[in-house]
């Protein structure tokens, strides 16, 4: 990982999706955020972002480049990883509604199901509540989102949309959610795991 006295690293999974405008919040936030796309890249890194997009392509694209493993094993270790979207059903340990032969890296306990809020031309936005995150709500913006069905032991519950769908989660150092938060101006989420990438840091310093 990055150097403990050095600035906070976080990658973003460059293969699809929402890549340059994640890069574009960490940069707001004065974090260090670069493209991550080969397995020795996530030896640099202190953080991960999976952004929103295709997850069935996103997933072919990383077992074709070999990526699918060592992701795999830095969450299992630990790494604070950050999904969207796309990102969440990537971190999902279960994936209904998949395509054929579609996998994902697991992670979080949960069941998702993909597209749940139906097509493009369903997309929507809401404020949400998300305590943990601000004391006022969150734009939400929804496209082609996928939705928490269930989630196992050691899943907090972020936020739920007015229905009572769950569309964020987090359990450790991962945190997925249903909607792009990329997109719409507002850095608090993102913020808000910039801070858990800063205390897995120090968390790891103080084992040294």
């Known amino acids: 990982m990055a150097g403990n006295n050095s600035p906070v690293r976080i990658g973003v999974l460059a293969f699809q999706g929402d890549v340059r405008e994640h890069l574009a919040v960490l940069d707001s936030l004065g974090v260090d955020g670069v493209k991550v796309r080969r397995p020795d890249e996530l030896a640099s890194i202190d953080g991960l972002i999976i952004p929103g997009g295709e997850s069935s392509v996103m997933d072919k694209l990383t077992r074709l480049f070999g990526m699918a493993q060592p992701l795999k094993a830095v969450i299992s270790n630990g790494l604070p990883v950050f999904g969207t979207c796309a990102g969440l059903i990537m971190l999902s340990n279960t994936v209904l509604d998949a395509m054929d032969d579609q996998q994902s890296l697991g992670g979080l306990d949960v069941v998702v199901r993909r597209n749940a809020f139906g097509t493009q031309i369903d997309s929507f936005e809401v404020d949400l509540a998300m305590p943990v995150v601000s004391s006022s709500p969150i734009p939400a913006t929804f496209i082609r989102a996928p939705v928490v069905e269930s989630t196992g032991e050691g899943v907090t519950v972020l936020a739920r949309v007015p229905d009572g769908r769950i569309v964020a989660v987090q359990q450790g150092n991962v945190l997925g959610i249903s909607f792009h938060p990329e997109v719409n101006g507002d850095s608090r989420i993102h913020a808000y ?16």
């Open 193 to 208: 795991f910039v801070d858990l990438v800063r205390q897995h840091r120090l968390s790891k310093k103080d084992k040294i």
